[in-house]
């Protein structure tokens, strides 16, 4: 059973196991919630994803997939990054939205990790209208098959938060 909460604030300051971060594809750090996680997290994450670039992520990380990090300094063990789809209104690019939310607890589940913290993927700097993404995002963690036990929603403004508040129930 995974229980979903929603909370206004920051990413950077949840003491959860894994915070996952709306990364871009380079995993080498962008802004917003990407900006904010590596600021607070210091160099180690960064360092871990240019070893990941150096790796198997030769290429970058695909949209809708997820891979994992040390968290750093943050109050967490891990950060799961995931690469989120810039909206297209010509295009429906929901499918990716949604594998990110999956893909991420994935990876939570194969670390062991009990409680994540999501921000709202692709709603910033990516344009998803943040209506539509509540919905993908809470659809999506509701109906994953996952041992975390908490999921928490970590929204930055009221309109975000409002949002997914109408969207809980
Ligand atoms: P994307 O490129 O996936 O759109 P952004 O980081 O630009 O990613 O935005 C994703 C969401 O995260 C937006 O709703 C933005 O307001 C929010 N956000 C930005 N900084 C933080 C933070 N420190 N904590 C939580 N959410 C944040």
Request: with cysteine.
């Amino acid at each position: 059973m995974t229980t979903i909460a929603l909370v206004r604030g920051d990413i950077t300051r949840r003491r959860v196991d894994a915070v996952v971060n709306a990364a871009n594809s380079s995993l080498l750090g962008g802004g917003g919630v990407d900006g904010a996680i590596h600021r607070r997290g210091g160099p180690a994450i960064l360092e871990e994803c240019r070893r990941l670039r150096a790796s198997e992520y030769g290429r970058g990380l695909a949209t809708g997939q997820a891979v994992a990090t040390t968290a750093g300094n943050l109050d967490a063990r891990w950060v799961v990054h995931t690469v989120g789809p810039v909206f297209d209104p010509s295009e429906d690019r929901s499918a990716l939205l949604a594998s990110c939310y999956r893909e991420s607890l994935r990876v939570a589940d194969e670390l062991g990790a009990r409680s994540v913290a999501f921000p709202a993927i692709s709603t910033g700097i990516y344009g998803w209208p943040m209506d539509d993404g509540a919905r993908i995002a809470l659809e999506t963690v509701r109906a994953a098959d996952t041992a975390v036990e908490e999921v928490e929603f970590v929204l930055f403004d009221e309109r975000a938060y409002e949002a997914f508040a109408a969207r809980l129930g």
